[in-house]
Structures are given as C-alpha cells and as structure tokens.
Nanobody, 124 residues
C-alpha cells in the first residue's frame, strides 16, 4: 500500500519556525515531482511549494517565498518543508503530494498520491 505520511506540524507563535516531513512508503518517489499544499478552514486547497524529481528546481507560492524551503532526500524517500517567520495566515492543514510527472506542476489535479495532512497553527 502506497502511503505518504506527514509529520512536524503543531502550534507555533508568529515569527516561529517549523519543519514538516513527508515520508513515503510502499513505492519509491525518487522519479516523481513532489509538492506541499495547504488548506485553511473554508478555503480551497492551494499549492505552497513543489520540487522536481532531482531536487534541483523548486517552485514557491508568492505568499511563502523567502520564508519556506522545500527539499527532498531521495535516498530516504522523503520530502521536507522548512517554514520560518510563520504568520497567522499560514495556519492550515498541510498536505504532501506526489505527481506522476518528474517535473514541477502546480495543479492539484496533477497529483495522484496524497498524505493525510498535518495541522499547522500559528497563534500567540
């Protein structure tokens, strides 16, 4: 059974940092683009960041540029999202996803494997 399992979410004060991890099991995703998405209450799921299968190229939503960093370790079949300078508007459930393509895509419909999500709450 293929699984993507996120971890690392939690409650953090504004200006704080968190590192999300996504571990894949059941198959290797070293040849797949990976992405992080988030969904706030009452909002649509949106892309946060994505990374090419090699890890050499990444994409960031404008709202997180300069604050978030996506990375991957294909040897560990894992992808990460380092988040710093967190803001209350970053509060959401964060999802890891894998696309069939090797190359970055920002469309939700292009991702066919999803994790269960991890809650990130930014509040004082």
């Amino acid at each position: 059974q293929v699984q993507l399992v996120e971890s690392g979410g939690g409650l953090v004060q504004p200006g704080g940092s968190l590192r999300l991890s996504c571990a894949a099991a059941g198959r290797t995703f070293s040849m797949n683009a990976m992405g992080w998405f988030r969904q706030a209450p009452g909002e649509e799921r949106e892309i946060v960041a994505a990374i090419r299968y090699t890890g050499a190229i990444s994409y960031y939503a404008d709202s997180v540029k300069g604050r978030f960093t996506i990375s991957r370790d294909n040897a560990k079949n894992s992808v990460y999202l380092q988040m710093k300078d967190l803001k209350p508007e970053d509060t959401a459930v964060y999802y890891c996803a894998a696309a069939p393509s090797r190359y970055i895509t920002t469309r939700l419909s292009d991702y066919n494997y999803w994790g269960q999500g991890t809650q990130v709450t930014v509040s004082s």
